[in-house]
């Protein structure tokens, strides 16, 4: 049972232009919510998250958009940059229920932005 | 950056032989992690631990053991390693005293079982 899913493995776009990255999750008991991004032959970065009381949380070229009703959250970044190109992972957390801070992730999905 | 130190960085065994992982951090955080990644699966948590001497499961922990004796190391074994364990493995830590606070992440140790 996937509770966190990345249905699209890889995403190409072009510099300039708008990346959105889609991550759906099944469980009811998550209440924040955040996003990674890895480059080759490193750790994950934190890079975004949001808790389940908001709709929207922004950082610069970064924005996170989470849809409760839905239960898909969705990774804006604009404009685009060739640095940009790693694998972005989402996660699951579930604060209320547990303090460890365990999360739920992703597959990933992998982004190419071409100069 | 965190101050996460996994070690070794790579390394090639063959089934049956133990093997540990080691994760260093500087911080001086509770909560530390170790996770696999896997093609297809994302990261997977394989065990945790809250405190010095205090560790739990994660979802993937059949095979694993851990201990934690200092706050700042916490090490993750292999009794018996199988090819199936053959993966890149992911130490993270986390601090702050709220659940929802970020995990950082060491660099990773890519573990291949022959």
């Known amino acids: 049972d996937q509770q966190v899913k990345q249905n699209s493995p890889s995403l190409s776009v072009q510099e300039g232009r708008i990346s959105i990255l889609n991550c759906d999750y099944t469980n009811s008991m998550f209440d924040y919510f955040l996003w990674y991004k890895k480059y080759p032959a490193e750790g994950p970065t934190f890079l975004i998250s949001i808790s389940s009381i908001k709709d929207k949380n922004e950082d610069g070229r970064f924005t996170v958009f989470l849809n409760k009703s839905a239960k898909h959250l969705s990774l804006h970044i604009v404009p685009s940059q060739p640095g940009d190109s790693a694998v972005y992972f989402c996660?699951?957390?579930?604060?209320?229920?547990?303090?460890?801070?365990?999360?739920?992730f992703g597959q990933g999905t992998t982004l190419q932005v071409k100069p | 950056d965190a101050g996460i130190t996994q070690s070794p960085r790579h390394k090639v065994t063959e089934t049956g032989t133990p093997v540990t992982l080691r994760c260093h951090q500087t911080?001086?955080?509770?909560?530390m992690y170790w996770y696999r990644q896997d093609p297809g699966h994302g990261l997977r948590l394989i065990h945790y631990s809250y405190g010095v001497k205090d560790t739990d499961k994660g979802e993937v922990s059949d095979g694993y053991s851990v201990s934690r004796s200092k706050t700042e190391d916490f090490l993750l074994t292999l009794e018996s390693a199988t090819s199936s364990q053959t993966s890149v493995y992911f130490c993270a830590i986390r601090g702050g005293l709220e659940g929802n606070q970020p995990q950082h992440f060491g660099d990773g140790t890519r573990l291949s079982i022959l």
């Open positions: 911080e001086n955080h509770r909560y």
């Open positions: 996660a699951g957390g579930a604060r209320y229920s547990s303090n460890t801070g365990k999360l739920i």
